[in-house]
């Protein structure tokens, strides 16, 4: 018989405090979060309607950037709306069903993210080492086959860990001092053995980063090789140019998760508020960074988004006359 002080998961509703230790700064964070998650619903829109709209750019490496940015925004939706609740007003208040759901999806989208950044590597990859073979290679039908793979992929990996959390008792408080409903932060909850769950999540986040880092680094350690048999400068300069935004991203995306994978894993010394300060700027930054980066240092996509504001502009003085 369970003892009184333990509750079923069905029962519980769980309250995220936001940054333990930052309470009073809260509403001067909310600033940073709002505009972040501004820049990232209008970037990632922009570029999914300036692809989507120009014939020209309806190449592999763009529709892979659909799919990050379409990702992002997703994302993005998923954390940002509920984070600026708890920042504004201190509404951290869900349900146990509502908790699992955010976490299944805040964490498939990531993997999904790192599925479509190692299509992108791969893409790299064979347009500069077998650039005869590209077309033949990444055809429409194989780029939709690796947008499947990404969202089945995150979505099965994912799928175990909210089964596992619901075979747990808590008899512990309901409180979880984070900003959104991780995985291993609810799971310090729980009573009994939690070792399931710790193993598989290490598992699957090992899965993830490590088997998709090691397969990028291998396709840039080849695309190093293959520049450097380049006789030319200039070709060398403008093969590793067309690699500059996919690099950018992936420093973006990788740097802060492993960042906060191995703080919350071996820094037990490491502050609370730094542990979900990093996981934050995990969530909140690449999203927003990535259709900037690639707005830059694109050409083609730089010139369609330039094109396209100076039509607006073109528009708005003729209805003025």
């Keep these: 018989m369970e003892s009184p002080n333990h509750t079923s998961l069905d029962s519980s509703v769980f309250i995220l405090t936001g940054i333990p230790g930052l309470e009073q700064f809260h509403l001067w964070l909310s600033l940073p ?13 922009t570029i999914l309607v300036v692809i989507a709209t120009e014939p020209a750019l309806h190449k592999p490496m763009y529709l892979f950037l659909c799919m990050l940015s379409a990702i992002d925004l997703a994302a993005s939706f998923s954390t940002v709306p509920k984070l600026l609740a708890i920042l504004w007003c201190g509404a951290g208040h869900l349900s146990a069903s509502a908790c699992l759901a955010q976490m299944f999806f805040i964490h498939a989208f990531c993997m999904m993210e790192s599925t479509v950044l190692l299509a992108m ?33 995150g979505s099965i990996l994912m799928l175990p860990c909210p089964f596992l959390i619901q075979r747990l008792s808590f008899c512990k408080s309901h409180v979880i001092p984070h900003t959104y409903c991780e995985h291993m932060s609810v799971v310090k909850l729980a009573c009994g053995d939690t070792r399931p769950n710790r193993v598989y999540g290490l598992t699957a986040a090992l899965l993830v980063i490590g088997v998709d880092l090691f397969c990028i680094g291998l396709s840039y350690f080849l695309i190093a090789q293959a520049v450097l048999r380049l006789s030319s400068h200039e070709a060398w300069s403008k093969t590793l140019g067309t690699c500059g935004s996919h690099v950018c991203v992936i420093l973006i995306s990788y740097t802060p998760a492993l960042f906060s994978f191995f703080t919350h894993r071996f820094g037990h010394h490491v502050p609370l ?4 300060l990093l996981a934050n700027v995990y969530l909140l930054f690449p999203p927003a960074l990535n259709p900037m980066v690639y707005g830059v240092k694109t050409k083609e996509i730089r010139e369609r988004v330039v094109r396209v504001f100076q039509k607006g502009q073109g528009t708005g003085l003729k209805a003025s006359e």
């Design 273 to 276: 508020h730094i542990h979900i």
């Design 121 to 153: 590597a791969f893409d790299r990859y064979v347009a500069i080492c077998h650039p005869l073979r590209y077309t033949t290679v990444l055809t429409d039908t194989i780029i939709a086959r690796i947008g499947v793979v990404a969202v089945v992929r």
């Design 33 to 45: 979060v709002c505009l972040l998650g501004t820049v990232t619903v209008v970037g990632n829109i």
